[in-house]
């Protein structure tokens, strides 16, 4: 049975948006913020700390912020550096590339606004990058192994072959509401971040045996739904019955209170908890 969305996260608590209210309400214009950045050269290299101060703007956001530094990339004791890398798209909150390690908590850069995480002269924000992915340089990652994951479980709809077969399947609106909150996921990587359960794996030979994480999870619930997607929902159970699947999660429920799109990932994870049950019974009593 799919549940609803009533128990959905309902994001960021509201002592936190309070304090962020009040925050943005406070923060004077022009002030000084030092933003402190975790730095690296490239793959294997060394990790070091940089400081550069930054001067506010209304509304300004993380990536003004590294924009602002990238035009004077010289730190808080005066050294010449380069400028820092950083990876994002649509600066909306929708494409999921920028997604850094802000004050300790995974989250969005482009939706970071300073005047809520730094609304006083000389606060710091530190910047650092997500630890579950190799680092390119800086803050930059290599996603690479989160798409890989979506692959795992076939996060698509088949529609080879389909063209002319006529208007496809009717779409009932309790199915579609619950399938549009899944959906919105953008591949950030907040959830396999704060997951203790997906852990940095090198080796590509054994992406496929590492936890698939809870994003891969939601996504085949979402096209297991799918009226033509379910074409494929036994593959993609086979994909979470073995190692490294739905088995594997250890419930800690991070996932769900870092995901910037508030989807009810734990809700999925236990929807397909026992599809795979149901699905590996059937399947022990058809052989």
Known sequence: MITSLTNAPAGPHAKELAQRAAN????????????????????GKASRWETFKVTTERGMNVISALQQIAG???TTDGKKTTPVVWNS???????????MVING??????????DDYAP???????LEPMSKFP???????????????????????PIDGTYNLGPGPREHPKDQEIRYKMSECMSCGCCLEACPQFNLEA?????????????????????????????????RLDALMGPGGVSDCGNAQNCVKVCPKSIPLTESIAAMGRAVTLASFTKFFRS
């Open 24 to 43: 943005r309400r406070n923060a004077k214009v022009g002030r000084t913020v030092m933003v402190k950045v975790q730095r690296c050269d490239g793959p």
């Open 120 to 126: 006083n002269e000389g606060d710091t924000i530190t």
């Open 203 to 235: 080796d590509e030979s054994k992406w496929d045996t590492s936890f698939i994480g809870a994003h891969a999870i939601n996504q085949a619930r979402l096209f297991n739904m799918h009226a033509t997607g379910k074409e494929l929902a036994m593959e």
């Open 105 to 114: 908590k995974v989250r969005q850069s482009c939706s970071c606004l300073l």
């Open 135 to 157: 680092i390119i340089r800086d803050l930059w990652v290599d996603r690479e192994r989160l798409f890989h994951n979506l692959r795992r479980v076939k996060a698509w709809v």
């Open 72 to 74: 004077n990339p010289v």
């Open 89 to 99: 798209g649509c600066l909306e909150e929708v494409c999921g590339a920028c997604t």
